[in-house]
């Protein structure tokens, strides 16, 4: 996105160098299970998304809205839809048409290419220092722009190695962390056997105040899926600083306690407590797996809990998570270069001209668009600063 600003008319010259020996790994990945460009809700809502990071990334969400991502899009002959939930997507849903496109434009705008190129920080002389196949190569330029991406999934291009070059030079970076994560459960060889590689469909996740509807897949080690990345900020955040930490679970979201009670008063007769529950209660078979896996924790069989009991263990199982899974398997990462470091248009403090954008920066949000929104955002605000800082220079 910087690039593209940058070469809008042509008056800049403009080169991307990137580690990789292609472009854009991740945000293809992205467009496997559908890329989810952006959303649709209200702005003010769509920013409380941002959390701790939304003040800062507003200017930029502002200047390049949720509205202008499908523009850009529907420009590039990929129109978009809004699915049900609100996500915006292209037509086609995966990234690869749209990723084709946009090269084709940037190489028409005059950008240039440099694949196998990893920037491993700057010489004596300022100039950026890259890594290539043929050995170290400089290069002096006006201004750049560093969108390195953070640490998930490194074997797509971003490994996060930028951080100590940044710190070498003063800048704060705040430590990089899973987002959009799955977490450790020590799961019973009962129940992993059973239900690993299952979802929990239509439950509600809690932890402090996050809450979110959706699915969670039960996996070998854990718990992982939409539903339980909307609330990994805060449930990561709870289990670094514990040790563990209790992820609330309604099994029956739209059922509330008093109906609950009154489908457990019909009589069980001889049928077996999980055969009742998923008669009575149109519990699902995982769901009433995980209730007893709960009971069987506290040794405490279901066929002794009183009702008002059942109806909390179905309305707050409550699971306790160990760890946290690890950042190559993150959908995304928490932590970066830290806002105070960069003044309002994303320029280093400690390196003038040189200009972050996108997952590089200390913000996160969760699945549903906010991500490539904020990093399409950033790479325009950054490219802006840097196009402003270039011709500042030619004055
Ligand atoms: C499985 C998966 C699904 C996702 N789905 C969605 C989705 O549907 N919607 C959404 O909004 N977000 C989604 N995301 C997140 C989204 O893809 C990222 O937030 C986004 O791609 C980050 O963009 P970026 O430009 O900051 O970094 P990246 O896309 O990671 O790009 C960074 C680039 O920098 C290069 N690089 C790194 N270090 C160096 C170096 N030292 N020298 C030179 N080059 C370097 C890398 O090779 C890479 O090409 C998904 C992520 C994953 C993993």
Not at 310 to 335: F, M
């Amino acid at each position: 996105m910087a690039a593209e600003v940058l070469a809008r008319d042509g008056a800049v010259s403009v080169t991307v160098y990137d580690a990789m020996p292609s472009l854009g790994r991740k945000f293809l990945m992205a467009g496997r299970g559908g890329l989810n460009l952006t959303h649709s809700e209200v702005f003010d809502t769509f920013m409380e998304r941002y959390g701790a990071g939304a003040d800062a990334l507003r200017p930029a969400i502002e200047a390049w809205s949720p509205n202008d991502v499908r523009a850009w899009c529907e420009a590039l002959g990929q129109s978009t839809f809004v699915g049900s939930s609100g996500r915006v997507f292209p037509k086609i849903m995966k990234a690869s048409g749209l990723l084709r496109a946009w090269l084709r434009r940037l190489e028409t705008q005059g950008v240039a290419l440099h694949l196998r190129h990893r920037w491993t920080g700057w010489n004596d002389s300022g100039d950026l220092v890259f890594a290539t196949p043929a050995g170290e190569v400089s290069v002096a330029t006006d201004a750049a722009v560093l969108a390195l991406g953070g640490a998930s999934w490194p074997r797509l291009g971003s490994d996060g190695a930028w951080g100590s070059v940044l710190t070498e030079i003063g800048v704060e970076v705040c430590s990089l962390r899973s987002a959009n994560c799955g977490f450790q459960v020590a799961w019973s060889d009962v129940f992993r056997s059973r239900f690993e590689g299952q979802p929990l469909k239509s439950i509600e996740v809690a932890h402090g105040d996050s809450t979110a509807r959706g699915e969670a897949l039960v996996t070998a080690s854990g718990i992982e899926g939409g539903a339980i990345y909307a609330v990994s900020s805060s449930l990561r955040e709870a289990v670094l600083a514990d040790g563990s930490a209790a992820l609330t679970i309604d099994l029956k979201p739209d059922v509330n306690a008093d109906a609950l009670m009154a489908q457990l008063e019909k009589p069980r007769g001889k049928q077996s407590m999980a055969t009742f529950l998923r008669k009575a209660v149109r519990l699902s078979p995982i769901a009433i797996g995980l209730m007893q896996e709960l009971a069987f924790e506290k040794q405490q069989p279901m066929t002794s809990m009183p009702h008002e009991e059942l109806v909390k263990a179905i309305k707050q199982a409550t699971v306790t998570v160990t760890g946290v899974a690890a950042i190559e398997r993150a959908i995304s990462s928490a932590g970066g270069v830290a806002f105070s470091s960069v003044d309002g248009q994303y320029m280093l403090r400690q390196k003038p001209g040189v200009f972050v954008a996108g997952e590089m920066l200390d913000w996160e949000a969760p699945t549903g668009g906010y991500l490539l929104q904020g990093c399409f955002a950033t790479g325009v605000a950054a490219g802006n600063g840097a196009r402003q800082w270039v011709e500042a220079l030619a004055d």
